[in-house]
Structures are given as C-alpha cells and as structure tokens.
C-alpha cells in the first residue's frame, strides 16, 4: 500500500500533483490536507492542473500547514477511505505515506518553481486565510477550514490514530518530512 511517492509525484504523475486554481494573475497551489477543499469553495471552474496549461510570469500562493498535523489528518483520511484496511494500517504506521495525500509540501512547491516567476506563501489558520482575502479579495465571505470534530467517524478514527501515536512515530514522522519543517521556519521564522 505504500507509494514510491519521489517517483509518482516529482515526475507530475500523481493525480493531484500539479493542481492550481487560477484566479486573475495567481497560481493557487492546491496541496492535499492543505485547505484545498476550503481554497476550492466555489471555484471549480478555475481549477486546472499547472502540468497542462503553465501560466508564465505568474505569481504562485501556497498554504503551508504544520506537517505533523497534516500527516493526521491525512491519515483519517487514509483510514475513513480504508475502512477495510484501519488494521493493516494502524499496526504499520511507521511507514508513514500509504496513499499520494501524504506527499510532503515541499515536493508540489519544487514541482510548481518551474511554472511561475515567484512564491508567496500563508499559514494555514485563520489568520493566514484572513490576510490572504484581504490582499487578494477571493471569497466575500471566508469559509471554514474543514474539522474533523464535525464527522463523528473520523473522531472515532483520530481517537484509533491517538492510541498508536507515540514519540517514536513522531520522530519517524518529523525525519520524513524535514524538507516541510525547514520549509516553514525559513518562510515564517518558526521552529515548530
């Protein structure tokens, strides 16, 4: 079940790799678990992979998300979808990526440098979503971020991941994604 995620996502094979939503001069880089369902509120019409049609000179935006956090909930998503396959799942969580969702920020960034002239990036959280609207005026209401405490399988699935969520697996899971942490704390300054 795991993906050789280097080879399907840095070549653009993967079915998401790649996607953006073009809104006026911006390349909105769509990173699963990175409020992308929130980014796509309303505008399907816009959303089109960047491996089909390259935008040249344009600016990209991506929303960066706390990679541990993002891992989570990429993996209630891996388990809501696999609910025949929580076991096999749960007992080899040290492997860290099973489906493409788990592909770390970084790598859709470095594939997306070759398509735009520059990257400005925003933290995933209110605050960052609010700063973002205020520049660009996307939404005249800004959504809600999607939360897991509004689905009561995916709390039952979280409280599953919890009991298996140790120090060991956190460390595997900062290992793997480095190149997201280094990421954050040189855009924003913080080490998380």
Do not use: P, R
């Given at each position: 079940m795991k993906?050789?995620?280097?080879?399907?996502?840095?070549?653009g094979k993967g079915s998401d790799f790649g996607d953006c939503l073009h809104y006026k001069d911006l390349v909105i880089v769509l990173i699963s678990k990175n409020c992308s369902t929130?980014?796509?509120h309303n505008r399907d019409e816009f959303r089109k992979s960047i491996n089909d049609r390259p935008?040249?000179?344009a600016k990209a935006i991506a929303f960066l998300r706390n990679p541990i956090l993002r891992w989570k909930s990429s993996m209630l998503e891996t388990l809501y979808r696999n609910p025949n396959k929580i076991s096999y799942i749960l007992n080899n969580l040290h492997q860290i990526v099973f489906e493409e969702v788990q592909t770390p920020q970084y790598l859709h960034i470095e594939h997306i440098k070759q398509y735009v002239e520059s990257f400005e990036y925003y933290y995933i959280d209110d605050d960052g979503l609010r700063k973002f609207n205020t520049k660009y005026k996307y939404w005249d209401n800004i959504p809600h971020l999607n939360e897991t405490i509004k689905n009561s399988k995916k709390l039952f699935f979280l409280s599953l991941l919890n009991k298996?969520?140790?120090?060991e697996l956190e460390k595997l899971v900062r290992d793997f994604y480095k190149k997201d942490f280094e990421l954050i704390e040189e855009v924003f300054g913080e080490h998380i």
């Open positions: 993906i050789q995620y280097e080879k399907d996502f840095v070549s929130t980014l796509s935008v040249e000179k298996f969520y140790n120090d």
